[in-house]
């Protein structure tokens, strides 16, 4: 049976790639990214879930003048990744094209730049937290290791990685991808010129 700690470390793991490929969100579909994004905030809260007795402890000694140190560096930290994910994914909803459309106004210029802005924080707050977990990541490992489970491990993390593969395989990119009856820049600023007129009266190129 996989141990709490290998499934921290497939978790960590499975969490990392999948941010760091939202993050290039511009080569990805909409519908991927916004499915792929609920997974991650889902894995997160899971993440959260599994060190839940931490989260207690130290919030309890967060006051505690002799309490450790790191520990509570750790939970501002962990609170800075929290609210930043929370900011993602709040901002993520109140933009969203697919699966929570909006179908009175645009997205908010204001909210997509948020979004990104706290998706590039948190990629210096995840990078910081593996930094400070580094000691404990390679102890788990070789602990992994030497328990044999470093198959099981391998295996969630394989399945993750091929996951990923066909999903992005089954949703595609909307790079090389062109609409099957394009406009030419004429007929583009025509169309522009027509809304743009009154009732019963079209301009063209060809008046000016």
């Known amino acids: 049976m996989i141990r709490k700690s290998s499934m921290k470390i497939a978790l960590d793991f499975a969490m990392v790639v999948l941010f760091l490929l939202l993050l290039d969100a511009d080569s990805n579909r909409l519908l991927f990214h916004e499915i792929v994004g609920l997974l991650l905030v889902t894995l997160f809260m899971t993440h959260i879930f599994l060190n839940w007795q931490w989260v207690k402890s130290t919030t309890k000694n967060l006051w505690n003048k002799n309490y450790i140190k790191s520990a509570k560096l750790m939970y501002l930290l962990n609170l800075g990744l929290l609210l930043g994910i929370s900011t993602i994914a709040i901002t993520g909803v109140l933009i969203s094209q697919v699966i929570f459309p909006s179908e009175f106004k645009e997205p908010s210029a204001f909210l997509i730049s948020l979004h990104k802005s706290m998706a590039y924080s948190c990629l210096g707050l995840i990078t910081l937290h593996i930094f400070l977990h580094r000691k404990y990541l390679f102890a788990s490992i070789r602990k992994i290791a030497a328990q044999e489970e470093i198959k099981t491990v391998l295996a969630l993390a394989s399945g993750l990685v091929i996951g990923i593969l066909f999903s992005h395989t089954v949703l ?17 600023a025509n169309s522009v010129l027509e809304d743009s007129q009154g009732i019963g009266q079209t301009v063209t190129l060809s008046d000016f």
């Open 172 to 188: 595609g990119s909307d790079k090389g991808q062109s609409d099957p009856n394009p406009k030419s820049k004429d007929d583009q």
